[in-house]
């Protein structure tokens, strides 16, 4: 039972370029979410994150974007760039327990 | 560093033997988690530890595996009679959780994990 889904593998963007990674889960209950970015050989290190309360956080060049409604969240990068290349995790808890990730999505940025 | 430290960072042995890995957390999470991840996918939680207190297994933690934290720092995983379907990345993951807010979400940091291979 996936709880948590980001549907594409992979994506490819070009230097300069905005990023969307998107993910849907379907666990209302969930009232956390999070953004991990992992490299090879190292464990996820944590991006940003957002609250249920909110529809929109914003730490730089990220931004995370949720719709409660539909049961989505987006991560936007503005400018992309080549240390950008990374999988991105998308995760999501409820009450502060456990947290539940998605597969990832493997972000290619292109210089 | 005072980051997550896990030890052995690769540990490869036969099938049957008994393997423990550890977790050092940042100094003062005072939770803990372990997560499995396997390739292609995201981490898949384990069992998570507030201070000393083991509150939550998944299903997915077999009576073969057992964690502890005794004194509210540290951590080990144990796997006993591995199997090859127990090659993974192991990941620790530590927290800090204020009582009494209601709002308790923190962020977890991961450490580098220790990749099992099981020949």
């Known amino acids: 039972d996936q709880q948590v889904k980001q549907n594409s593998p992979s994506l490819s963007v070009q230097e300069g370029r905005i990023s969307i990674l998107n993910c849907d889960y379907t666990n209302s209950m969930f009232d956390y979410f999070l953004w991990y970015k992992k490299y090879p050989a190292e464990g996820p290190t944590f991006l940003i994150s957002i609250s249920s309360i909110k529809d929109k956080n914003e730490d730089g060049r990220f931004t995370v974007f949720l719709n409660k409604s539909a049961k989505h969240l987006s991560l936007h990068i503005v400018p992309s760039q080549p240390g950008d290349s990374a999988v991105y995790f998308c995760a999501a808890s409820a009450g502060g327990f456990k947290t539940i990730f998605g597969a990832g999505t493997r972000l290619f940025v292109k210089a | 560093d005072t980051g997550v430290s896990q030890n052995p960072r690769h540990k490869i042995t036969k099938r049957g033997q008994n393997v423990t890995f550890r977790c050092d957390p940042i100094?003062?999470?005072?939770?803990l988690y372990w997560y499995r991840q396997t390739l292609g996918q995201g981490p898949e939680f384990l069992t998570y530890?507030?201070?000393?207190?083991?509150?939550?297994k998944s299903r997915l933690l077999s009576d073969r595996f057992s964690a502890e934290r005794p004194k509210g720092s540290f951590s080990t995983l144990e796997i006993q009679r591995t199997e090859q379907g127990d090659s993974a990345m192991y990941l620790c993951a530590s927290s800090l959780v204020r009582t009494g807010e209601v709002l308790s979400n923190q962020p977890q940091h991961f450490g580098d994990g220790t990749r099992l291979s099981i020949l």
């Open positions: 100094s003062e999470h005072n939770r």
């Open positions: 530890f507030q201070n000393e207190a083991q509150l939550e």
